[in-house]
């Protein structure tokens, strides 16, 4: 059997897919830094605080494996998880406001999101590959339509029209479901 | 570190603007400018979703867009005032320190950040605002049209706060980026204004 080291991105997902605990060691091996890098240079958190956030985001990866719709790209998708850990870890500092029980309404939020995603992502499975990528795109990795337009090749103009298409026949697939 | 400025009152958020130099300022006032515009056109939509079936795939959108010009406000001010606070010890500190220089640097790397972001989104909403003008119920389309001149004007600001960052230099890709999604939303609302006159 070939060592975790040696494995791709995508196998190590697949990998942590199937309990994989090795698996998914090398994964947060692999990316620690990574992922510390982000909340400490890109937004100058303290290393207590870039700390809290690498752990969030290693549990909230792991729990929303499943939400990855391209096992290759799990580089960018945990740095978008991390830079929006960062920004709420800002949000939430600048508030100053008493937290009563924050880890009760947290891990509700997790299991309703995670029962969400599961619902979402076998819908998004009934879409077009063009359907998932524009959605993808807009809502998970928070690209604008310019950014979208350039990197598709289709008119700027047109990418909100996708969307909102996309959005209906995704409403079908999940009231289908349903 | 500032508020949350989405949880103030509106009373009291303006007179925040209005009390000194510090956050929120106007990188703030144009990502909430920009919120605004996002919400109006979630508005307009909602409205029309007897006539229009991908309503409420425009309403989705306008809720993101909305929610990242609302997250950007808060981000803003608090890069803001790092900057400021090291633009300040870097005029009271010694002509040459390296580090503070680089810290310096850094912030105002930060500072720029936002308002690139806010003029995307600006022009994201007025491009939102534009689909909506042209499918939804025509009673709403005035505030259609409203909404592109809010997000042109959010998008306008912060591509000019982008521009006159300490960190930005003129061939910047940054600024070129904020300076055509200025343009794209200034487009776009001209259009919609024009024609509705």
């Given amino acids: 059997m070939t060592r975790p080291e040696a494995l791709s991105d995508a196998e190590l997902v697949q990998r942590c897919r199937a309990d994989d605990p090795a698996a998914w060691s090398e994964l947060v091996e692999r990316y620690s830094r990574y992922v510390y890098a982000i909340a400490v240079r890109g937004f100058r958190l303290s290393d207590e605080d870039a700390e809290d956030v690498f752990q969030d985001v290693f549990t909230r990866a792991f729990l929303r494996l499943e939400t990855l719709r391209d096992d290759s790209a799990f580089r960018p998708w945990i740095a978008q998880l991390t830079r929006r850990r960062c920004i709420d870890f800002l949000a939430t500092s600048a508030r100053e406001l008493p937290v009563e029980d924050p880890t009760t309404d947290e891990g509700s939020d997790d299991l309703g999101e995670v029962e969400e995603a599961f619902a979402v992502r076998e819908a998004l499975a009934g879409l077009s590959e063009a359907c998932q990528e524009i959605l993808d795109r807009f809502f998970a990795q928070d690209q604008s339509y310019r950014t979208i337009s350039d990197e598709l090749d289709i008119p700027t103009g047109t990418i909100a029209s996708r969307i909102a298409r996309c959005l209906s026949r995704l409403r079908d697939e999940l009231e289908a479901k349903s | ?197």
């Fill in chain 2, 1 to 197: 570190m500032p508020d949350d400025y989405l949880a103030l009152r509106v009373e009291e958020l303006l007179a925040r603007v209005a009390r000194d130099g510090r956050a929120p300022g106007s990188g703030s006032a144009a990502a909430l400018t920009v919120a605004f515009a996002a919400s109006l056109v979630s508005m307009v939509a909602r409205c029309s979703q007897e006539s229009w079936t991908d309503a409420r795939g425009v309403v989705a959108q306008a809720k993101v867009i909305g929610e990242r010009a609302a997250e950007l406000a808060n981000a803003d001010g608090t890069a803001w005032e790092e900057a400021l606070e090291a633009l300040r010890e870097a005029e009271a500190g010694s002509s040459s320190d390296d580090r503070r220089d680089f810290s310096l640097e850094q912030k105002l790397e930060r500072a720029a950040a936002a308002p690139l972001e806010i003029a995307t989104l600006g022009a994201d909403a007025a491009a939102l605002a534009a689909l909506t003008a042209e499918r939804s119920d025509g009673r709403y389309r005035a505030d259609a049209a409203a909404a592109a001149a809010l997000a042109a004007g959010g998008a306008r600001a912060a591509a000019h706060l982008v521009l006159v960052n300490l960190g930005v230099r003129s061939d910047d890709p940054r600024l070129a980026r904020a300076l055509a999604s200025e343009q794209v939303a200034n487009d776009i609302a001209a259009r919609l204004l024009d024609s509705g006159r």
